[in-house]
């Protein structure tokens, strides 16, 4: 139906569309004036008219603003297949299943079809035999996008019959029928996730074998089960993620699979803190208590995701392998959970968070990297501990002057009586993992030079932070030599790094 408006034909809502009860039967349906679509123009369709009205699309996914997300917005514009390619903890499922935003609310299927037949283009012998026996009083069911999303991840046990489906004995026992009937077929997860996204995780994992029966289906959409002449014009949206390491360490992409694929497109790590700290806000799983417990200094953040950033740059990790974004939300939750638990021991209804805290974030470290050899050489506990002292460095120069390795003869910097007060200090000072936070605080303002510090260099620094600060500066003086740090039992022992052999002489 259709109605003029300023001399311009414009078509009247359907049914559907004014949000009428969805018609349970083909005649019903076709009084809607309802129309079919392919999966990749349906696609295409809801992201133009996102674009024109200014939405987000990709919901929750931070950093591939200017990069990924237009490369996947044009790859879905061309109705392409894609491949996501890039290393591990890269949003590459995440994008995958957010597409689902573009489907339409609800499709029409008839009723009881195993692979999700479009009532007006039925593909199988089960939905074309009865709508020829039925015909208007067809009965029609509705599919919901949630339900319109299937994935596989590739593994070496994956079987043709798997993915795309078998002959099944009991299926002709039962129904009493030869081999030679097609309706002996059982179909595997693809013809199953007919007119829905289909996503097969770690592509190159897939033996060549199963690869190579993907070809006719992503380029003519048609299957081959047991040497059945079946045409199944399947529509799907196939859409697969692949590790570039895995192209030399387990397997690889066959060459004419790469070739129907219609887009590659290439993921990325965040590229600075802020969009780090942003992706580690919004997946870290924080219990309410913690949030209310521990107080995080702003530092403290960006120490944690500039751990991640000398992981992905140190000469003992495997560039190769990546070092994934889960690595800074799982460290986020262990930072928390010690400064939680150390509130528990000593029984303060509230903490600030200490750098000695960071000691709790290695076991997130350790299992999330893969060392080089001199990595194992040196050991993951001590790659681990050596980055915390490395994004403390990194992060210094942001906050305080420069510390020069070499200086001129009497000229004074602005760490001299910080340094001078450990030199007084024949005992040294030690910073115990479990001390109260009165005591904590009380101990770091017996250094009166890091006031002086703070006050000239950071005057508008909130005072709560301050105490973290003050940490912060002792552990950048000893990791440019200038203190002596050493780690004790369940304690941090700072002293100069002279004095105590001069006093000893």
Known sequence: ?????????????????????????????????????????????????????KDTVFVGVHGYENTVIPELERAILSRHNINLLGLRGQAKTRLARLMLNLLDEYIPIVEGSEVNDDPFKP???????????????????????????????????????????????IKAANLKLSYADDRVIHYGMIPRANRCIFVINELPDLQARIQVALFNILQEGDIQIRGFKLRLPLDIQFLFTANPEDYTNRGSI??????????????????????????????????????????????????????????????????KSGVSARLSITAFENLLSTAERRALITGDEKTTLRLSDFLGVIPAITGKVELVYEGEQEGAAVVAYNLIGEAVKSLFETYFPKIEKLKKQNEDTPYDNIVSWFFNQEEGFELADDLRDKTYKSILDHISPLDDLLGEYQPNLNKQDSYFIKEFVLWALAEFKLLSKNRISKSTQFKDPYGSFINGL
């Open 123 to 169: 593909i199988s012998r089960y939905a074309i035999e009865l709508i020829k026996e039925q015909g208007d009083a067809t009965p029609i069911s509705w599919l919901h996008r949630s339900e319109r999303f299937a994935e596989k991840l590739a593994t070496p046990d994956v079987t043709v019959a798997d993915i795309i489906g078998d002959v099944d004995p």
């Open 254 to 319: 066959v060459t004419p699979l790469k070739d129907r694929i219609g887009s590659q497109i290439l993921t990325h790590y965040p590229e600075n803190i802020e969009t780090a700290r942003l992706i580690t806000a919004q997946e870290s799983r924080l219990v309410e208590n913690q949030k209310e417990t521990v107080i995080v200094p702003d530092l403290a953040r960006d120490l944690l995701e500039q751990i991640v950033f000398e992981a992905r740059n140190s000469e003992y990790i495997d560039a």
């Open 1 to 53: 139906m259709s109605e003029t408006k300023n001399n311009k034909q414009v078509t009247a809502p359907s049914p559907l569309e004014r949000g009428g009860e969805r018609p349970t039967t083909l005649k019903a349906l076709k009084k809607t004036g309802y129309q079919s679509k392919s999966i990749k123009d349906e696609l295409r369709d809801n992201l133009v008219e996102k674009i024109k009205n």
